[in-house]
């Protein structure tokens, strides 16, 4: 087939089994759109209001399936509103594949209209990045792409292409969508001492983080832990990766872990980690952290291991290979008495989250008044601050891939368009967004996005008027100077979401949770639900950044 390069383009996305992309249009892919125009009863196109937007929602689209996530915008301004969403989904490992267009392969270089080393700048956070102009490179380089994106450690691949590549003619020759090999070759001297560590343990705990969600290894998470009789806790990226509900899932780890947890990570003798990178949000004081204690490490990427902690024996490949490989042969252990002390831990400290009818509500009422309205296959997205954590310690995560969240970056703004990638690509369920009213007023012009498309997503507003996680610190570590959190924005949410088209309610205290929020979900259509929580409602338990679980803090004045 003799086609212009905008059409290898297309071709390529469906060998690739693609059938939706997000994108805005612009002057350098006007032959892209074209094609997509041609290709629209094959792919759908999903117009968002900014490319930040599109990049987000191709990566929500990614996390909730699994599939690798496409994204398309122009030149210069149009590629760099991508970088938030690049870095996002390079620091989650998430599959994905940015198109850009550029300038001429003869303007390059000039500082010509709407010209950027897209490449350049995105070196750093993408897997891997290509300049396409020759059109005979292209199609070739698509492929690579997304058997980039897609293998070992997923990450998001970029693809410059110069306008006149899109617009000129080549032979094109159909493949068939290539499979990924999985190396399966393990050392069985590795496999040997890793099971003697983990038969030999007295108080061991699994740390399970998002590696188990993107390798598809939660039921061989589970297996291992019931074959250890191991508690297991998850990082935010893990959670999901086991279910809430069973009896060896304690919580999740970290800065805002539960009290059991923390203690639990310090009073172990064994940490076994599957698919997790013990960032500073985890590890704290990594000194304290690995105290009289082995750790073990399952990972697919040799570059984590001895990263961040000194680990005792890795193994490097893919979790659905590792854990069975660890599985085989190893004997039922039992470990009452250590699972008994974590429940003690647990029931020693009760934070108090009383409600008082005639108050503003507590968002841990608000989230499990959602998790009771919801399924165990529904999709919650959050952006980032306060409410990300307070959706983290509350809400019970029974499935992989229903937890959408910026972890490694924590990007304010990621959420709508995550929510819009999550429910464009998931229309069986329902997408609940949490968000702020900090992070919500960076993105809330995809709200056109959300009504445009009629995407049932409910919005749950967390709107406390401040800064609120920045404030949290600046209690603690400020002497409650609060600089610039407390913005006295006067924004009518409920307004606003009307402006767009979209309906609106508010709660405004305790007595209205249950019927506000039951009657939103019993719509089948977009709505914003604006809640009026206390400004001084706090994250707690919280572990101070560098330090230990000894140093929790459970109370504030």
Request: glycine share 8%; net charge negative; proline share 4%.
């Amino acid at each position: 087939m003799l086609i212009t390069g905008a059409e290898i383009i297309t071709e390529c996305l469906l060998e690739q089994g693609v059938d939706t992309v997000f994108g805005y249009p612009g002057g350098a892919v006007l032959n892209i759109y074209d094609a997509l125009y041609k290709y629209s009863d094959k792919i759908t196109h999903i117009l968002t209001a900014h490319e930040q937007g599109a990049s987000h929602a191709a990566d929500g689209y990614a996390r909730s399936t699994g599939k690798v996530g496409v994204v398309i915008a122009t030149s210069g301004p149009g590629a760099t509103n991508l970088v938030t969403g690049l870095a996002t989904a390079y620091m989650d490992s998430i599959p994905m594949v940015a198109i850009t267009g550029n300038v001429t392969n003869d303007l390059l270089g000039r500082d010509s209209f709407q010209e950027v080393d897209i490449t350049g700048i995105t070196m750093p956070i993408t897997k891997h990045n290509f300049i396409v102009k020759n059109i005979a490179d292209l199609a070739n380089i698509i492929r690579r792409a997304f058997k980039i994106a897609k293998s070992g450690r997923p990450g998001p691949v970029l693809i410059d292409v110069t306008k006149d590549v899109t617009g000129a003619k080549y032979e094109y020759t159909p493949m068939l969508k290539q499979e990924i090999p999985v190396n399966t070759e393990i050392c069985s001297d590795t496999i040997k001492n890793i099971q003697e560590i983990l038969t030999s343990a007295k108080r061991p705990l699994i740390y399970a983080g998002g590696g188990v969600i993107l390798s598809g290894a939660d039921k061989e998470l589970v297996a291992l832990a019931e074959k250890l009789d191991c508690p297991v806790c998850c990082s935010l990226m893990g959670l999901g990766g086991i279910p809430a509900s069973h009896p060896l899932f304690i919580g999740n780890i970290g800065m805002h872990g539960g009290y059991e947890t923390g203690m639990a990570t310090a009073e172990s003798d064994v940490i076994i980690t599957i698919g997790a990178r013990f960032s500073d949000r985890v590890a704290g004081d990594r000194n304290k952290f690995r105290d009289g204690k082995k750790i073990v490490q399952f990972d697919i990427d040799l570059a984590e291991i001895n990263k961040n902690v000194l680990i005792d024996e890795s193994i490097v490949a893919d979790l659905k290979i590792s854990i069975p490989a660890v599985l085989n042969g190893l004997k039922q252990q039992n470990h009452k008495e250590w699972l008994e002390q974590i429940k003690q831990w647990k029931n020693s400290v009760v934070i108090n989250r009383e409600d008082n009818p005639e108050a503003p509500p507590t968002p841990a009422h608000i989230i499990e008044t959602i998790n009771s309205l919801t399924s165990k296959n529904d999709i919650i997205v959050t952006d980032v601050g306060q409410h990300q954590m307070w959706v983290a310690q509350t809400y019970k995560f029974e499935n992989p891939r229903t937890f959408l969240t910026s972890g490694g970056l924590g990007t304010m703004g990621y959420g709508m368009g995550a929510a819009i990638g999550a429910q464009t690509a998931n229309k069986d369920k329902r997408v609940v967004l949490f968000t702020g009213d900090g992070s919500f007023h960076m993105n809330l012009n995809e709200l056109v996005t959300v009504k445009s498309y009629n995407l049932p997503v409910v919005i749950v507003v967390m709107n406390n008027t401040v800064l609120g996680m920045v404030r949290q610190w600046q209690k603690l570590f400020y002497e409650r100077r609060f600089s610039q959190t407390d913005p006295h924005r006067a924004t009518d949410f409920v307004a606003l979401a009307k402006a767009f088209g979209i309906d609106a309610v508010s709660i405004d205290k305790t007595s209205d949770v249950e019927s506000v929020l039951k009657n939103a979900f019993e719509m089948n259509k977009p709505i914003l639900v604006d809640c009026h929580i206390s400004p001084d409602a706090n994250v707690l338990p919280m572990i101070p950044p560098g330090k230990s679980a000894h140093d929790i803090i459970t109370e504030m004045d």
